[in-house]
């Protein structure tokens, strides 16, 4: 079956660097759209990254573009969120999840347990 699992999260200090990563399996990885959400404590599912399933189309919420990059090694069925100049707004659970084709839209199909990153000096 479709398994999604995140890891690298944790503690870090306002302005560092985090690199989540989500392993994919049960499904043919390199044929799908994946993205990451985010839920911050109290708040809703905030939007904050998509990728196309050959990676070449790419998009980010306002709120974490220029400091976040995803990507994705379709080799190794893993989807990636390097995050930069982290701040305390950050803090939230990142999920990763699938959508149903090669493109970032509709719903997921879908998601992972997530994995806490916390923001705070």
């Known amino acids: 079956e479709v398994q999604l699992v995140e890891s690298g999260g944790g503690l870090v200090q306002p302005g560092g660097s985090l690199r989540l990563s989500c392993a994919a399996s049960?499904?043919?990885?390199?044929?799908?759209?994946m993205s990451w959400v985010r839920q911050a404590p109290g708040k809703g599912l905030e939007w904050v990254s998509g990728i196309n399933s050959g990676g070449g189309s790419i998009s980010y919420a306002d709120s974490v573009k220029g400091r976040f990059t995803i990507s994705r090694d379709n080799a190794k069925n893993t989807l990636y969120l390097q995050m930069n100049s982290l701040k305390p707004e950050d803090t939230a659970v990142y999920y990763c999840?699938?959508?149903?084709?090669?493109?970032?839209?509709?719903?997921?199909?879908?998601w992972g347990q997530g994995t806490q990153v916390t923001v705070s000096s």
């Open positions: 049960g499904f043919t990885f390199s044929n799908y759209a």
């Open positions: 999840g699938k959508f149903r084709g090669s493109s970032c839209n509709g719903d997921w199909d879908y």
